[in-house]
């Protein structure tokens, strides 16, 4: 399996991101991976490896790319000069075949017009959705988009979202009949904004559909199959925890702001509980013992492990990383992605969505 990285979008340097591509391909003995960036940066950090992790070098390709997507350049800047760049060079690789997917953990505004422009979209959809996995109860996890895409939305898209989101948990979770909510200040139906309640309607009557010649045919909005999928309603913002739906809708400023608040309270309650034991004798005597809870519950709840962002709705595979994240969440974005090319998710995206 070959990917595409693109080297230069992470905060903290191209160091970080060849770090987790090295880990990657360290990892999955099926793995390769065609780094994209400035040729004097790629040798650079590939000689500056870890000794553990040298050994990487030989399944990494260095692909030169002689410009950078600043993480200030506008999705405009990005599209009229940013062909040379990294990130463009990377979606290029998958747009003709090269690649099966590409990561990146780039100007995110930019990353997504170059991916429209560069992979398409599937018939119907305008825009990609970016939507991630977050830790749910007994062990589970809940979708949630839009991450930040897509700020503006008509309700017609957030229907979309709904489809594209219970699509994407049924192919790579291989749940039957996924659960999807609409997130909303409150359960009441007079809750929430025009577009949310008009959302709620028409996602009501898709799922309340009636027979016409053998296929199902919603009464007013657009024609497509019976969904795969329960809608259950509105949700707030702590039932997306609880383990009760799949897949949470939402516009892109609402969920970025839930995600990057939820990622911030998490880490500040691990380091709270951390500090509790390490604050009195009997606490450190306590956490001896209870130190293997303590690792495993750290590591279910570590954002890192979450790190990965799919963009929905393209003909290819796109992950978006946090920019900030340490080289080994990036390697948990690149594991999604090649979850995502296991699981042939365009193609089983494209089917589900061509029944509607």
């Given amino acids: ?104 953990a780039g100007n995110t505004a930019a990353l997504v017009a170059l991916s429209r422009r560069e992979l398409g979209m599937l018939a119907g959809m305008s825009r990609p959705a970016i939507s991630t996995a977050l830790p749910a109860r007994a062990g589970g996890r809940c979708y949630l988009l839009d991450l930040g895409a897509n700020i503006d939305l008509p309700a017609e898209r957030l229907v979309d979202f709904a489809f594209l989101g219970a699509a994407m948990v049924a192919c790579v979770d291989g749940v039957g009949r996924p659960r999807v909510a609409l997130l909303n200040v409150g359960a009441e139906a007079t809750k929430g904004n025009v577009c949310v309640r008009e959302a709620d309607r028409l996602l009501r009557k898709a799922v309340a559909c009636e027979a016409v010649s053998g296929k199902w045919r ?71 013992l209870a130190r293997p809870v303590l690792k495993r519950l750290k590591q279910e709840l570590d954002p890192v492990r979450y790190n990965g962002a799919s963009l929905l709705g393209l003909k290819g595979i796109v992950v978006k990383s946090h920019g900030s994240t340490p080289a080994v969440g990036f390697y948990y974005a690149i594991r999604r992605a090649m979850r995502e090319v296991e699981q042939n998710l365009p193609a089983r995206m494209a089917a589900s969505w061509s029944r509607r």
């Fill in 1 to 104: 399996m070959r990917l595409a990285i693109d080297v230069m979008g992470g905060d903290q340097g191209p160091g970080v991101i060849v770090q987790g591509a090295a880990q990657a391909v360290l990892a999955h003995a099926e793995l390769e991976l065609d780094l994209f960036g400035p040729r004097q940066h790629l040798d650079a950090e590939i000689s500056r490896l870890p000794q553990p992790l040298a050994a990487a070098a030989s399944r990494l390709k260095l692909c030169d790319a002689p410009s950078v997507v600043r993480q200030d350049a506008t999705a405009a800047w990005a599209l009229r000069r940013g062909q040379q760049s990294s990130m463009c060079a990377m979606l290029r690789s998958v747009a003709e075949g090269r690649a099966a997917a590409g990561v990146s």
């Fill in 218 to 288: 919603e009464i007013d909005y657009p024609a497509f199959e019976r969904p795969d999928f329960d809608y259950v309603g509105y949700v707030e913002g702590g039932d997306i925890f609880s383990g009760g739906v799949d897949v949470v809708v939402c516009d892109g400023f609402v969920g970025n702001a839930v995600l990057k608040s939820s990622e911030g309270l998490t880490r500040m309650l691990v380091e709270r509980v951390q500090m509790a034991f390490e604050s009195t004798l009997g606490g450190r005597l306590a956490s001896l």
